[in-house]
């Protein structure tokens, strides 16, 4: 029996059963996305983004298998480098085809495959920045490093791009608060008695934490993002109304956030236990939101 101060949400075998599988209508023509809108479905990415309609999405933001190791049910194993790329071939090009003129792409991927995304995005996108977060959480090495960062890379399709700066702008103590002949505050505002400024966010993120047992957002997934880091992401580069897409949905925290911000989101998940674990945090969510 879990301890009560752990908050994990997982799936018993009667939500297995219980909860409502979409799938995305079998047609030859591309449906109106319109009709798709708000829901993650249950398929394999690769063959399911060839349905939907070009230039439909404002933002894609995706943490794909970010690893050139597989497990194939007797532990894990190697997977071949080209074979690797090969399949982030397939799925980025769909994504550069639904992403729209004016849209932005953001990758999560780990130190050993973020140099096969960078050299196929750049065919595709226009990179913009390659940002490094801590993921304050990692195994320990005998004879290596800890590993405890990932790279998230940011591309556009043009140089018209949403980037909302005034919204994912960060808040910094002043150290020295200068003021104006007037003696008014230069460049830093009084806060419940604090002195700050508001400044640009850099591309090196140290402030988010991987979701553990004892926050309501972790789920059994194991490589689940947490829901700050893909708030900001959305909050950056979209407004209200847009669509939010992400191939390889998981335990579904870009559909969550979405949804709490106010996007449009769709998405796919191949794994059903994954499927079910992201149709039941939508649910919690809907329910709060009462």
Known sequence: ???????????????FKRFDIFYLPKKTSLPDPKHLLNKIY???????????????????????????RKNFGAGTVAVQKKEFTKWC?????????????????YICINWEASSIIESILRKRFIIRNRITWKRDKGRG??????????????????????FNLDDVKVEKSVIA????EKGKPKD??????????????SN?????????????????????????????IILASSSK????????????????????????YLGFEIEKMYYILSQKRLNQKKKQNL
């Open 204 to 232: 090196i993120w140290t402030d988010l934490t991987v979701p553990f047992w004892s926050m309501p957002e972790n789920t059994e997934h194991p490589t689940q993002k947490p829901e700050k880091l893909v708030e900001r």
């Open 141 to 162: 090495a005998k004879k290596n490093w800890k590993n405890n960062m990932e790279d998230i890379w940011f591309a556009t399709k043009s140089d018209n791009y949403t």
């Open 1 to 15: 029996m879990p301890s009560t101060r752990n908050k994990t949400i997982s799936i018993t075998p009667d939500e």
């Open 89 to 105: 071939k397939c799925w980025l090009e769909q994504c550069a085809r639904l992403l729209k003129p004016t849209g932005s792409i």
């Open 241 to 264: 109304g847009d669509l939010v897409f992400d191939p390889f949905m998981g335990s579904g925290t870009t559909a969550v956030v979405a949804k709490r911000l106010k996007r449009n």
């Open 188 to 201: 830093w505002q009084e806060i419940n008695g604090r002195k700050v400024r508001f400044t640009h966010p």
């Open 42 to 68: 249950l398929g394999n990415a690769l063959k399911e983004m060839k349905k939907l309609p070009s230039n439909s999405c404002d933002l894609i933001l995706t943490d794909p298998p970010y690893t050139i």
């Open 177 to 180: 608060p200068y003021v104006d």
